[in-house]
């Protein structure tokens, strides 16, 4: 069974930073995309970054909002991703969830999520 475990969400100040960090767990053969997206109160799920592994290189695709803000980050080894947020905004404050396209060691691609943990930008 693969899991995503987020961390380091919390209360943050407008302009400030934090932090995310997910690490997958399992029985993984392939994580072939890690990433996060986010659900703003009262709206849809939406992108911030996922990183995609291509066999040879990873490469990162961001949300439309995150205008170099945000960085994800993956560390293959370890089966983690990291989302480094800065100058956040109140509009910033949601729900982070963590995504992984993950073969499991007996079956195809599959997505899985994270429970979510909830980031608040407030004075």
């Known amino acids: 069974q693969v899991q995503l475990v987020e961390s380091g969400g919390g209360l943050v100040h407008p302009g400030g930073s934090l932090t995310l960090s997910c690490v997958a767990s399992g029985n993984i053969f392939e994580i072939r995309t890690m990433g996060w997206y986010r659900r703003p109160p009262g709206q849809q799920r939406t992108l911030v970054a996922v990183?995609?592994?291509?066999?040879?290189?990873?490469?990162?695709e961001y949300g439309d909002f995150v205008t170099g803000r945000f960085t994800a980050s993956r560390d293959n080894a370890k089966n983690t991703v990291t989302l480094q947020m800065t100058n956040l905004k109140a509009e910033d404050t949601a729900v982070y969830y963590c995504?992984?396209?993950?073969?499991?060691?007996?079956?195809?691609?599959?997505?899985?999520w994270g429970p979510g943990v909830q980031v608040t930008v407030s004075s």
């Open positions: 995504y992984g396209l993950i073969r499991a060691d007996t079956g195809g691609l599959q997505s899985y």
């Open positions: 990183v995609v592994n291509t066999g040879s290189i990873d490469y990162t």
